[in-house]
């Protein structure tokens, strides 16, 4: 069992993260060149269709979630090509995320990675980078400068409120492993837990 992995999201306090001993896991793909990147994590039928398309590149080992998994599966010469890329298809869902094709959608890729490592790479100690909606009302996403998502008012609110609760959820469910949040501050949009410790970058 690795001892540290370091989770980094697409929020704009990833930039916080420098040089790092442990494993590092990055969603869809690193804000900014980060050596050794392990795994990169993809739950988008968007994310595919650019890869695809060859819009996009992407060069980790991929863990993909159930999107993608349908969308391998409509598109079978697009998986026979990536089959070196893929590490493994990982469609958990847990209950508080919701049922269905609406608890996948609550399921961010930020979720889908902290979810992944905490169930199967299952290490001491999970460092969170760039998980800004956890912290401030702020969905941004550095993704947005290449996959256009809906950034408006009334669903950053929906979705901070949702986000929240699901990220809560996966402290509570891995209670036994040690997070740690990396941000500019340490105040907390949800109760903090005992097993979450926040660490603030001046």
Known sequence: MPKVV???G???ASNLYTPQKGIKICCTLPPFDIPNIALSCMVDFKMMKALHEGSIQNPYTWVLGFRPKLYMEKNSGFHIKHMGHIKEFYTTLPAYAGKGG??????NCGHFALHYTANKVAPEEIHLWGFDSLMDFDIRSRTDFYLNSDRGSMNTQRLSQTWRTVTHGIFDEFSHIQFVVHHKHDSMKIKKPDNVEIVVHK
């Open 102 to 107: 609406q608890g996948y959608t609550n399921l």
């Open 10 to 12: 697409n929020g704009h």
């Open 6 to 8: 370091h989770v980094i």
